[in-house]
């Protein structure tokens, strides 16, 4: 069955630009999370989604970042004016309750020049 | 802030060898869980403790969660190559569903 799918997989760009990473979750699940992953690092929590609300945007880092969710199913992550700083992998998980085992994406690979 | 320290950080064994990494926060969780992650790829979960002192084995590993629910460990029996990949720790704060992650530990296992 599909998993939870990413896109891009990869994205360059120049500093003081838009993003916007793409995250389709596994047909069903109730839950969505956004994380971030710097290189050698563990994860780290930006924000989750029961249904189409977000119930936890605590980790999002400043108010350059939101989210959306707003049929319940695939959500945007939305970046305004990047920095190097947001260089990072974006992960995507998806589980059928909050609280249920996870189901990660591959990630978004995202390169500010 | 809460933390979940993990160690070692690296750690670089013969195939055959046992090994135990260690997950370590001040702070109480509800649950915590154990994922591999491989290069290029997000982690896939291995376990789910959420029992003070519970112990779950799959296959040649064995996870514990500590008593007071602060900490955990990963033992891995005869490993193998195809052990190798970073290890991460997540718990879940009582009362949320938010997940930290630990600092993970780097495992390479040598043929």
């Known amino acids: 069955g599909a998993g939870v799918s990413q896109t891009p997989s990869n994205k360059v760009t120049e500093k003081g630009k838009y993003v916007e990473l793409r995250c389709d979750p596994i047909?069903?699940?109730?839950?969505l999370y956004w994380y971030r992953q710097s290189l050698g690092q563990g994860p780290e929590f930006l924000i989750y989604f029961q249904g189409t609300g977000a119930a936890d945007d605590s980790g999002l880092p400043n108010d350059r970042f939101f989210a959306v969710r707003p049929e319940g199913s695939v959500s945007t992550l939305k970046i305004q004016r990047t920095e190097r700083g947001d260089s990072a992998v974006y992960l995507c998980?998806?589980?059928?309750?909050?609280?249920?085992?996870?189901?990660f994406g591959d990630g978004t690979r995202l390169s500010i020049l | 802030t809460q933390l979940l320290e993990q160690s070692p950080q690296f750690l670089s064994i013969q195939e055959g060898e046992n090994l135990t990494v260690y997950c370590n926060s001040s702070?109480?969780?509800?649950?915590l869980q154990w994922y591999r992650q491989e290069p290029g790829e997000g982690p896939v979960l291995l376990v789910t403790?959420?029992?003070?002192?519970e112990v779950k084995k799959l296959k040649r590993l064995t996870f514990q969660f500590g008593d007071a629910r602060k900490d955990s460990s990963l033992h891995i029996t005869a490993a193998q190559p195809g052990d190798t990949g970073l290890y991460l720790c997540a718990g879940s704060t009582p009362g949320t569903y938010k997940y930290i992650f630990g600092t993970g530990t780097r495992l390479k296992v040598l043929a």
């Open positions: 998980a998806s589980s059928s309750d909050p609280g249920q085992p996870q189901h």
């Open positions: 403790v959420v029992t003070g002192g």
């Open positions: 047909s069903g699940h109730t839950a």
């Open positions: 702070s109480v969780f509800s649950s």
